[in-house]
């Protein structure tokens, strides 16, 4: 019960399989750190951000919580963007939500749901700012659906928003945030149209001088 063993044998098997194809991957790996990604995803145990790109390990730096929310206040996700953007040098950040989200639908069931009510609430902002849009689709799934895009595309805009990425701008830093959603049901990421590379294509409210 304590130890897992199933688990600790499906890493014996995952490394030795990895080793047979390369024998030189961890030592390689462990070298050093140089990802071209920050992956900002929902902590949703079907979105695993590597395996949904078809990547390696070491290609991708990650960051997942609960309805991939980008919030002012939260440091453990400011710190992730830093490090990412200042010490990796990444120059691309995708902030990837995925339809079906138990978060955005927790935040439209006015049911108490314990001391995640609190992170809902920022998705129950969003819902608040595009209601009308939202109330106009024809079914609840349509409504989820678009609430889960929404909430991508204002993440996107949350993180063009910090003083960070901003900075790395500002210095001539090539950076581009970009929304994703992922569909569980056929394993396609689609596109939602939305790339901010420049302080320029950001609301004049939000620059920072």
Not at 155 to 169: F, K, L
Request: aromatic share 6%.
């Amino acid at each position: 019960m304590r130890a897992l063993k199933d688990l600790l044998e499906k890493n014996k098997q995952w490394a030795t399989k990895l080793k047979a194809s390369d024998p030189d991957f961890f030592s390689n790996l462990a070298l050093q750190q140089n990802p071209g990604y920050l992956w900002i995803g929902c902590s949703d145990s079907r979105v695993p951000a590597n395996q949904i790109v078809n990547l390696p390990p070491g290609e991708v730096f990650v960051h997942r919580n609960i309805a991939n929310l980008v919030i002012h206040s939260d440091l453990n996700c400011l710190s992730v963007i830093q490090y990412a953007v200042e010490v990796l040098q990444i120059k691309h950040i995708i902030v990837c939500g995925h339809y079906g989200c138990s978060g955005i639908k927790a935040s439209l069931d006015n049911r108490e749901h314990g001391l995640i009510d609190n992170w809902l609430r920022h998705i129950k902002d969003i819902y608040r700012y595009h209601e009308a849009k939202i109330n106009d689709m024809k079914t609840e799934k349509e409504k989820l659906d678009l609430l889960c895009e929404l909430n991508v595309i204002e993440q996107v805009a949350n993180i063009c928003h910090t003083t960070i990425v901003q900075s790395a701008w500002k210095a001539g830093q090539e950076l581009a945030v970009h929304g994703w959603i992922y569909g569980i049901d056929d394993g396609i990421l689609k596109d939602l149209d939305v790339c901010i590379t420049n302080i320029n294509e950001i609301s004049q409210t939000h620059r920072i001088k």
